[in-house]
């Protein structure tokens, strides 16, 4: 399902690869989905977006694309097509994605920017494309823009992917094509659009701000995975890569973002996929 909002004077669109039910293990090593039934009758506003009838998690991948001024922007690339991966569902994938973002209007040439909240599989796959044996960039005249310590982590130590070649099929390439900026975690794309560190899913991890118009939205990237974290923030993911930090950065910015007004819009969370954000017990809900 593809959806739009506007901020001030900016639109932001997804554009999903994939939206599907989820295993609550596949995020939570410990939560079965009698636990995720059981925290959505303590949080019933989980239901019936977020969480199925039978405790599956309802999950997307998306790539979200910002129209502000002159920048045309995606953030977060997918999984990607004919990339090698361990997950069976990911592996060699040959789906419609960039046909659909094309078909809309979007050509990959009219990206004047992309940006990755962070370097993880799932985000940076349409960072390149297979052309006659190679991986080009699929955004050829866009700055691609990786997080100085996000970068230098997964460069430093690419074993870290269990084996995917991901830094060297979706982020080198772009380094190697002359297109990669490494920018600081504070860094500004434009007077809408900027960063806010948001660490511990991964060393280097940004959320995307957007404000205009004395509008805001955040894109949260994968400091939070599912709605379920925003009724309960103790809970990480198995994925993070300091669940203490992660945990400790969810604490931080929810009270800021928490205010009614910004526009939440979670990077795997499924359709509505966005709202706002109240207090709500020990944790919070996303009005939607």
Same mark, same amino acid.
Request: aromatic share 10%; hydrophobic share 40%; proline share 7%.
């Given at each position: 399902?593809?959806?739009?909002?506007t901020?001030?004077?900016v639109?932001?669109?997804?554009?999903?690869?994939?939206?599907?039910?989820?295993?609550?293990?596949?995020?939570?090593?410990d939560?079965?989905?009698?636990?995720v039934l059981?925290?959505?009758?303590?949080?019933p506003?989980?239901?019936?977006?977020?969480?199925?009838?039978?405790?599956?998690?309802l999950?997307?991948?998306?790539?979200?694309?910002?129209?502000?001024?002159?920048h045309?922007?995606?953030?977060d690339?997918?999984?990607g097509n004919?990339?090698?991966?361990n997950n069976e569902?990911w592996?060699?994938l040959?789906?419609?994605?960039?046909?659909?973002l094309?078909?809309?209007?979007?050509g990959?040439?009219?990206?004047?920017?992309?940006?990755?909240?962070?370097?993880?599989?799932?985000?940076?796959g349409?960072?390149?494309?297979?052309?006659d044996?190679?991986?080009?960039?699929?955004?050829?005249n866009a700055?691609?823009?990786?997080?100085?310590?996000?970068?230098?982590?997964?460069?430093? &130590?690419?074993g870290?992917?269990d084996? &995917?070649?991901v830094?060297?099929?979706s982020?080198?390439p772009?380094?190697?094509?002359?297109?990669?900026?490494?920018v600081?975690?504070?860094?500004?794309?434009?007077?809408?659009?900027?960063?806010?560190?948001?660490v511990?899913?991964?060393?280097g991890?940004?959320?995307?701000?957007?404000?205009?118009?004395?509008?805001?939205?955040?894109?949260?990237?994968d400091?939070?995975?599912s709605? /379920?974290? /925003?009724?309960?923030? &103790?809970l990480?993911?198995?994925f993070?890569?300091d669940?203490?930090q992660a945990r400790a950065?969810r604490?931080?910015?929810?009270?800021?973002?928490?205010d009614? &007004?910004?526009l939440?819009?979670g990077?795997?969370?499924?359709s509505?996929?966005?709202g706002? /954000?109240?207090?709500?017990g020990?944790?919070?809900?996303?009005?939607?």
């Amino acid at each position: 399902m593809q959806l739009q909002w506007t901020v001030g004077s900016v639109a932001i669109t997804s554009f999903p690869e994939s939206e599907t039910p989820t295993s609550p293990r596949f995020l939570f090593r410990d939560l079965a989905k009698a636990g995720v039934l059981e925290r959505a009758e303590a949080a019933p506003w989980l239901r019936p977006h977020f969480v199925s009838k039978d405790g599956y998690l309802l999950q997307k991948i998306q790539c979200l694309v910002i129209e502000a001024g002159d920048h045309r922007i995606a953030v977060d690339t997918c999984v990607g097509n004919d990339k090698s991966r361990n997950n069976e569902l990911w592996h060699h994938l040959q789906g419609p994605f960039l046909d659909d973002l094309t078909g809309a209007g979007y050509g990959p040439e009219t990206f004047t920017h992309v940006i990755c909240t962070h370097l993880h599989v799932d985000h940076v796959g349409w960072n390149t494309r297979l052309i006659d044996g190679e991986w080009v960039p699929t955004f050829p005249n866009a700055a691609y823009l990786f997080v100085d310590a996000e970068y230098e982590h997964w460069k430093s &130590e690419p074993g870290l992917f269990d084996g &995917e070649d991901v830094f060297g099929d979706s982020v080198a390439p772009i380094v190697d094509a002359g297109l990669a900026e490494i920018v600081p975690p504070d860094h500004r794309v434009s007077d809408e659009v900027s960063f806010q560190a948001t660490v511990g899913h991964t060393p280097g991890h940004i959320s995307v701000v957007v404000e205009s118009d004395g509008e805001r939205a955040i894109i949260t990237g994968d400091m939070v995975h599912s709605p /379920l974290q /925003l009724a309960d923030p &103790e809970l990480s993911s198995m994925f993070d890569t300091d669940s203490d930090q992660a945990r400790a950065t969810r604490k931080a910015v929810f009270p800021d973002w928490a205010d009614g &007004e910004t526009l939440v819009i979670g990077t795997h969370f499924g359709s509505p996929t966005a709202g706002t /954000l109240r207090p709500d017990g020990n944790g919070y809900r996303l009005d939607v």
